[in-house]
């Protein structure tokens, strides 16, 4: 199992993300903490929230709204990056903890690369599965390379001027 960063800690992955074609076969998987895509999750929402340790994970073009049935109780939504200039990840992370208050573990997927670790957790994210060859516990050191921003986010929701101001 690959390492990840999870709430600033590098832990071995209990997760196996499927493919649609690999979800179509879930007693393959059973015992096992998996990822189903979207399009799975719509489809068997009402047996799989019964299932233990299932998550799902988005495309960059699917968005939080596209979920269904009763996704507020699920314990992992991953969001794919499938490159590095693609960042509709941000986006849909903010949608997930602001908007529809998902408290569970947000995780980007993909290929984050080690220069976003500090956006992805403004955004809201609390796990990260780096590209394969970044090393997890080099790239949790990023997280110290800024000691205040500006700009309000998921984890600060007070900019710098109006802290200052207190």
């Known amino acids: ?17 499927l493919d649609a074609e690999q979800a ?13 895509p979207l399009s799975c999750w719509n489809q068997n929402h009402a047996s799989l929230a019964q299932r233990p340790q299932t998550g799902i994970w988005l495309a960059s073009d699917e968005l939080p709204e596209q979920i269904e049935g009763d996704w507020l109780h699920l314990p992992l939504v991953a969001v794919d990056f499938p490159l590095f200039a693609d960042g509709r990840g941000f986006s849909i992370g903010r949608l997930l ?11 980007a997927v993909g290929s984050p690369i080690r220069d ?6 403004r955004c809201g994210f609390n796990a990260i599965q780096l590209a394969e060859h970044y090393d997890p516990a080099e790239a ?4 110290k390379d800024f ?5 309000t986010a998921v984890d600060q929701e007070t900019p710098l001027f109006r802290r200052r101001q207190a």
């Open 116 to 121: 976003q670790l500090s956006y992805l957790i």
């Open 97 to 107: 903890r602001q908007r529809y208050h998902f408290e569970g573990e947000l995780r």
């Open 147 to 151: 000691s205040e921003f500006y700009q």
């Open 24 to 36: 179509t076969n879930l007693s393959a998987h059973e015992g096992q903490a998996i990822l189903v």
């Open 1 to 17: 199992m690959p390492d990840i960063i999870l709430d600033g800690k590098v832990i071995s992955d209990q997760w196996q993300r």
């Open 140 to 143: 949790l050191a990023s997280l």
